[in-house]
């Protein structure tokens, strides 16, 4: 927040997930706190004893599949040596009264993002980007293949301590699942809902604000303005088929979401060409983030529409986007207690500051 901007304080609901709601108090970002410097990253490009580096593929399982698919590989596919579910569980579904159990099968893998020990992914080439995207795509394809009990495919990257990351060389994880995760089936079910009446899909609508819509609200009793939304005012980067949008009610201080321009509810449906302006976007979001945070940590995932037959009506209504949401605090009793997430820095703010980063 600027020295000059007032001091916000309210609470705000998430579009698609009403259920979610977000405190925005930028005056509690001025409480006293210890200043931390940056986590600091291992930027070597090679280490002998790392699993993932290239000349140790024998450290970690069989390769499952590569690109290029030779030696010389620039992304890696393994399976986890530690995955949260497995498919050689034979149990079946477990009720003791109350308590319900569904066995754990799926799929767990891990994507070596790079061969490169440390690169951080917005000093990947585009090209490179590029790749790793589609390798997310072809992995998730062949999941959704493999099994058709599977309900979800999840792509998700963490990066740095504070976002989970156990090994330091850049990687990513693929989960097949046989449930809907939560969060996804309550994004598809709102947005089934919001297409019902209004015969428009929420997520376009909310690019469309982005890029159309301002406003003025007045203080009845002075005049004065109490908020004024400029075009524009949310959008991050934009490129000619994707756009980075800064979320009205931000979970994360720092989250951006990306999402493609034109409808699309389908992520394993985007085409080469959808592919590099998204690697564009995606590193050029990425960029700004690391300026303005100074070595950002992260989690990001990618929603796409399940492959169930329970939302096989949803084509129209859900649009697939990657969530980046940046580590820079620790949930505290509050937010932990109230499932109210509260963030110290208005969204307007933020992605004023990341828009003005210089590339």
């Known amino acids: 927040m600027s020295d000059d901007s007032p001091a916000i304080r309210e609470i705000r609901i998430n579009p698609v ?52 698919a030779k030696k010389d590989w620039r992304v890696r596919a393994v399976e986890n040596l530690y995955p949260v579910l497995g498919d050689n569980s034979t149990a079946s579904n477990l009720v003791f009264g109350l308590q319900q159990a569904i066995d754990g099968y799926g799929r767990h893998e891990v994507l070596v993002d790079h061969c490169e020990h440390g690169i951080a992914l917005h000093e990947m080439s585009q090209e490179h980007v590029s790749l790793l995207i589609g390798a997310y795509q072809e992995r998730m394809a062949a999941l959704y293949a493999a099994d058709p009990r599977i309900q979800y495919v999840l792509v998700f990257k963490n990066f740095g301590p504070a976002a989970g990351a156990s090994i330091p060389h850049t990687h990513s994880q693929v989960i097949a699942m046989p449930v809907v995760p939560e969060n996804v089936h309550n994004e598809v079910t709102n947005s089934r809902s919001y297409y019902e009446k209004h015969r428009q899909c929420i997520f376009c609508s909310l690019i469309d604000e982005a890029l159309t819509f301002e406003a003025k609200i007045y ?42 321009l034109e409808h699309r509810h389908d992520f394993l449906l985007l085409t080469p060409e959808e592919a590099e302006d998204f ?14 945070i100074g070595g950002a940590q992260y989690n990001f995932f990618l929603h796409s529409l399940p492959h169930s037959p329970e939302f096989s009506n949803c084509k129209n209504s859900y649009h697939w986007h990657l969530e980046i949401c940046p580590r820079t605090s620790i949930p505290t009793g509050f937010e932990l207690g109230s499932g109210l997430y509260v963030s110290t820095i208005s969204p307007e703010d933020a992605a004023r500051q990341l828009r003005e980063v210089s590339l």
């Open 17 to 68: 997930v009403p259920s979610e709601s977000v405190l925005v108090s930028t005056a509690r970002g001025m409480r006293p706190r210890k200043a931390e410097d940056p986590a600091p990253r291992d930027t070597r490009k090679h280490v002998d004893r790392c699993p993932f580096c290239t000349g140790n593929e024998a450290m970690t399982p069989p390769t499952i599949a590569a690109w290029p």
């Open 219 to 260: 203080d009845r009793a002075s005049g004065a303005v109490r908020r004024q939304i400029s075009v524009g005012q949310y959008v991050v980067e934009r490129g000619e088929k994707f756009i980075a949008i800064k979320p009205f009610a931000s979970r994360y201080e720092w989250e951006v979401h990306i999402l493609p």
């Open 279 to 292: 690697a564009r976007v995606l590193r050029h979001t990425m960029a700004r983030l690391d300026a303005v």
